[in-house]
Structures are given as structure tokens and as C-alpha cells.
């Protein structure tokens, strides 16, 4: 069952129900009896299980993308490592000429 949310004309009072969609709206405030107003709130969906992703029946061009999408990650991370252990043997040479000095 739906959890419909309202609000008050009167005094602005917010509160929540559990109806049925065969339920007649609320028409008093709980508060103060006063006009109330049906709010839209964004529907609390999960949704679990196989078939909400990309890569979940895809097709033979889906899949020959997906993987040339990977070839093309892996390559540009493998130069991001060539040059962060460049700048880490740069450091370690220049540790090693200052402790040379001492």
C-alpha cells in the first residue's frame, strides 16, 4: 500500500497515511481539522536483481563496446602508473643524493 503525504491549508501541518489507491483522499488535518492538499513525493522504488545495468542482456555489439571501453581504461591507467613510478624513483634518487650529503 502507497504512503500518501499531506499538508494542511491552514496550518501547514505535514503528516503521512497508508492508503489504499481505492481510498478516498483525506480531506481534514489531523491537527487542527483544517483543508488539506495531497503532496507529490518521489516513489521509494529499489530495484534489485539482474536487468537494471548496462552490461545485463546485452547484445553482441553491446558487449564487443563494453570491452573495447575496458582495453582503452586499462591502457590509460597503465601509462598513470608509468608516470607516477617515475616521479616516485625521482624522489627516492634525491633521498638517496641528500643522505649521500650527511
Not at 12 to 26: A, G, L, R
Not at 75 to 100: H, I, L, V, Y
Amino acid at each position: 500500500m502507497p504512503i500518501y503525504e499531506y499538508e494542511c491549508e491552514v496550518c501547514s501541518h505535514t503528516f503521512e497515511v497508508i492508503q489504499k489507491f481505492s481510498d478516498d483522499p483525506i480531506t481534514a488535518c489531523v491537527a487542527c481539522s483544517g483543508p488539506v492538499r495531497r503532496l507529490l513525493s518521489p516513489p521509494g522504488l529499489v530495484f534489485k536483481g539482474t536487468g537494471w545495468y548496462a552490461t545485463d542482456y546485452a547484445g553482441p555489439e553491446r558487449k564487443k563496446a563494453m570491452e573495447g571501453e575496458k582495453r582503452e581504461q586499462k591502457g590509460s591507467e597503465a601509462s598513470a602508473d608509468t608516470n607516477g613510478s617515475e616521479r616516485t624513483s625521482k624522489t627516492d634518487n634525491k633521498a638517496d643524493t641528500d643522505a649521500a650529503k650527511d
